[in-house]
C-alpha cells in the first residue's frame, strides 16, 4: 500500500485495499473521532479509482495525470463538498438553479458523465452537518447512484446521520493513532523538528490532523496554552469572576480557530495540508493575534479580542464553544489523570506542573464529573441549545478548589 498517504490506520488501509482488489462499493462511510484521517483515507481511495497508471490492488501510482491532478486537488471528477456559511452547515441548495457546494449541486455534477472517461468519485466531509433535508435530497443519489460513482461520506458521528443513510452505505471505522506515527508524519512533511514532533503528537491525542493544524501554524500552541491557563485560573475563583471570563474565553477560542485555520471554512481539517503551510512565517502565523508565542495577554488585549467576541455571529460563537468544550475536555482528562495518579498519561507536557498543581487542589472524583459535563454539554450545543447559556453553567460548576464545586 506504498501509495497511501494515511498514518497509523492499519486496518481502515487494509479495508480500502480489499476493496481495490474486488469491488469498490458506490457508497462508503468513514467513521471515526475528528482529525484522525478519515478526509486523508478518502483521498487515498479517489486517487486509486481515478488512477490511469496502474490497475488493482496496484493503484494509486501517484505518478499518473490522475493521480497527480488529485494530489493538487484540480482533478474534475473528483467532487468534495464540506460544511460552510452560517450555521456551517451543509445546505441542500435551490431547487432550480443550485448553487455550488449544496446536496443538490453536487447531484447534478455526479449526473454528468465523467470528463477525464472514468470514474466519478464525491467525498462529503463532516457529513452529519447534513440536516434531514439534506440528507433526503442525498438519500435519493444513494438509492439511484450513476454508473461508476463512488460517494465517499466522512463522519465524526454515525447517529447524526439517518438510518436509511447508513444503510445504504460500506462502513469503515477509524481509531486515534500512535503517537509515533504522527511524530513520523510530522517529520515526513517538514513540518517538525524531532522533539516539537513528539510534544505536538502527545498533546494532539492520536489525531494526526491536529498535530499537523498546529505544527503549521506557528503561534498557536502558545494561545492553546493561554487558553488552557485561563481555565485553570478560574478553578476556585468566585462565581462573578467566572461568568465575567466567558467573553474572553470564547475570544481567545476564536483567535486559535483564527490561527489554526486562517483559510476560508470548509477547508478539511484531516487533510493533507498543502505544502506552503509548512513554511515558517507563513500565513497561519500572520494570521494569529500579535500575542502569539509570548506570555499570556496583557489586560488592554484581553479586553480588545473580548469585545471582538462579542461582535461575532451567533455561528462564530456557536463554533468558537465547540472548540473551547475540545480543549476543555482535554484538560479535564489531564486533571484526571493528574488525581489517579497517571501522570505519564497526561498529554499536555508544557503544562504538566500547572496541572498536577490544579489537579492537587481539587476534591476527589471533580475532574472526571466535570469530563462528564463536558461531554453532555457537547451534546447540547450539537442539538441548538444556546451557546452562552451551556458556557455560563460550566463556568459555574467549573470545580471550586478544595471547596464544593
Not at 166 to 183: H, P, Q, Y
Request: some cysteine; proline content about 8%; charged content about 25%.
Amino acid at each position: 500500500m506504498d501509495g497511501f498517504r494515511t498514518v497509523g490506520q492499519p486496518a481502515a488501509a487494509a479495508a480500502v485495499h480489499a476493496m481495490l482488489a474486488g469491488r469498490v462499493p458506490h457508497a462508503l462511510l468513514l467513521v471515526g473521532p475528528p482529525s484522525v484521517g478519515k478526509h486523508a483515507l478518502a483521498l487515498d481511495l479517489a486517487a486509486a479509482l481515478l488512477c490511469t497508471g496502474a490497475s488493482g490492488v496496484d493503484r494509486p501510482c501517484r505518478a499518473c495525470r490522475g493521480c497527480r491532478m488529485v494530489e493538487h486537488g484540480n482533478h474534475p471528477d473528483l467532487h468534495r463538498l464540506g460544511p460552510s456559511g452560517p450555521g456551517n452547515q451543509i445546505r441542500i441548495g435551490e431547487d432550480q438553479h443550485p448553487e455550488p457546494g449544496t446536496i443538490r449541486r453536487l447531484a447534478v455534477d455526479l449526473a454528468l458523465l465523467p470528463v477525464e472517461g472514468g470514474e466519478r468519485v464525491a467525498i462529503i466531509r463532516d457529513a452529519q452537518r447534513m440536516n434531514e433535508v439534506a440528507q433526503s435530497a442525498l438519500l435519493k443519489t444513494l438509492e439511484e447512484p450513476p454508473l461508476a460513482t463512488t460517494l465517499i461520506l466522512c463522519v465524526d458521528d454515525e447517529e447524526l446521520l439517518l438510518p436509511t443513510i447508513r444503510s445504504r452505505c460500506a462502513r469503515i471505522r477509524l481509531g486515534t493513532v500512535a503517537a509515533r506515527d504522527v511524530e513520523r508524519l510530522l517529520d515526513a512533511q517538514g513540518l517538525a523538528d524531532a522533539p516539537t514532533a513528539a510534544r505536538l503528537a502527545r498533546l494532539a491525542g492520536g489525531r494526526p490532523g491536529t498535530a499537523v493544524a498546529y505544527a503549521a501554524a506557528p503561534g498557536a500552541e502558545a494561545l492553546r496554552g493561554e487558553l488552557v491557563r485561563t481555565l485553570l485560573d478560574l478553578v476556585g475563583r468566585p462565581r462573578a469572576a467566572r461568568l465575567g471570563a466567558s467573553r474572553e474565553l470564547l475570544a481567545q477560542a476564536m483567535a486559535l480557530i483564527k490561527a489554526l485555520d486562517p483559510q476560508p471554512a470548509g477547508v478539511p481539517a484531516d487533510a493533507p495540508r498543502p505544502r506552503g503551510r509548512a513554511k515558517p512565517g507563513a500565513a497561519p502565523g500572520e494570521a494569529a493575534p500579535p500575542s502569539a508565542g509570548t506570555d499570556a495577554l496583557e489586560p488592554p488585549e484581553a479586553s480588545a479580542a473580548a469585545e471582538a467576541g462579542a461582535k461575532a455571529s451567533a455561528a462564530e460563537r456557536r463554533r468558537a464553544l465547540a472548540f473551547l468544550l475540545d480543549l476543555w475536555r482535554d484538560l479535564a482528562r489531564d486533571l484526571a489523570c493528574a488525581q489517579g495518579g497517571a501522570t505519564p498519561s497526561i498529554r499536555d507536557v508544557a503544562l504538566l506542573e500547572d496541572v498536577e498543581a490544579v489537579a492537587g487542589k481539587l476534591p476527589p472524583g471533580a475532574a472526571h464529573a466535570m469530563l462528564a459535563r463536558l461531554v453532555r454539554a457537547s451534546e447540547l450545543l450539537d442539538v441548538n441549545v444556546t451557546p452562552e447559556l451551556v458556557l455560563d453553567v460550566l463556568l459555574v460548576r467549573w470545580p471550586a478548589g478544595g471547596r464544593a464545586a
